[in-house]
Nanobody, 124 residues
Framework: QVELAESGGGLVQAGGSLRLSCTAILRTFKDHAMGWFRQAPGKEREFVAG????????WYADSVKGRFSISKGGVNNIVYLQMNRLTPEDTAVYYC?????????????????WGQGTQVTVSS
């Protein structure tokens, strides 16, 4: 069983930055690709970014390329999402997810474990 806990959300002005963290509890990330998703009110959950178990491979949604960066902590089983040049359209609950396979995926149903989510609000 993998438990995921997000932190780092909050309120920020447009153009600002936030860094989200996701910590895995009870198990390591070995063989688990990780991802960040987000869900705005009234919208479906959408993929944001993903990273391989080794951290050497990452992939992004077109809407965040060049602004967001996903990375992994060393032995601490932490995945970060650095978000720069935020816009009001980035406002959503952000979820960390893990899948029991180590190759790219960007659909929610391909991920097996989910965190509780952390709210990110970008004011104009």
């Amino acid at each position: 069983q993998v438990e995921l806990a997000e932190s780092g959300g909050g309120l920020v002005q447009a153009g600002g930055s936030l860094r989200l963290s996701c910590t895995a509890i009870l198990r390591t990330f070995k063989d688990h690709a990780m991802g960040w998703f987000r869900q705005a009110p009234g919208k479906e959950r959408e993929f944001v970014a993903g990273i391989s178990w080794s951290g050497r491979s990452s992939w992004y949604a077109d809407s965040v390329k060049g602004r967001f960066s996903i990375s992994k902590g060393g032995v601490n089983n932490i995945v970060y999402l650095q978000m720069n040049r935020l816009t009001p359209e980035d406002t959503a609950v952000y979820y960390c997810a893990a899948r029991e396979a180590d190759y790219p995926a960007n659909s929610p149903h391909e991920f097996d474990y989910w965190g509780q989510g952390t709210q990110v609000t970008v004011s104009s």
